[in-house]
């Protein structure tokens, strides 16, 4: 019952935008921290962005740093993560995970909660 529903992946061309949802369901996401993660086909899952339980935010890779915004809406139980600006180089699976820690952690193993993954196409 406890669980992380990812949406608003889809194909996109370079320079477009796309609005990732992040979902809880079971649980409340006031006292976690999020992070979003992205896996790319043969890449290892690298972090993107976190927000803490206070709305703190930490920055992971520099590629997205002035393109990609995280946000949280605790009265929906939802975080998002705003994309702008996108290039093919972001083409991956993106992952939200709840961290019960509320401080945010690029250590995946802090994590207790992760959504399925949605994919994120950038192609001309």
């Known amino acids: 019952q406890l669980q992380l529903v990812e949406s608003g992946g889809g194909l996109v061309q370079p320079g477009g935008s796309l609005r990732l949802s992040c979902a809880a369901s079971?649980?409340?996401?006031?006292?976690?921290?999020i992070g979003w993660f992205r896996q790319a086909p043969g890449k290892e899952r690298e972090g993107v962005l976190c927000?803490?339980?206070?709305?703190?935010?930490?920055s992971h890779a520099d590629s997205v740093k002035g393109r990609f915004t995280i946000s949280r809406d605790n009265a929906k139980n939802t975080v998002y993560l705003q994309m702008n600006s996108l290039k093919p180089e972001d083409t991956a699976v993106y992952y939200c995970?709840?961290?019960?820690?509320?401080?945010?952690?690029?250590?995946?193993?802090?994590?207790?909660?992760w959504g399925q993954g949605t994919q994120v196409t950038v192609s001309s």
């Open positions: 995970a709840a961290d019960a820690g509320s401080l945010c952690s690029w250590y995946v193993v802090n994590y207790d909660y």
């Open positions: 079971g649980f409340t996401l006031d006292y976690y921290a």
């Open positions: 927000i803490s339980s206070s709305g703190g935010v930490s």
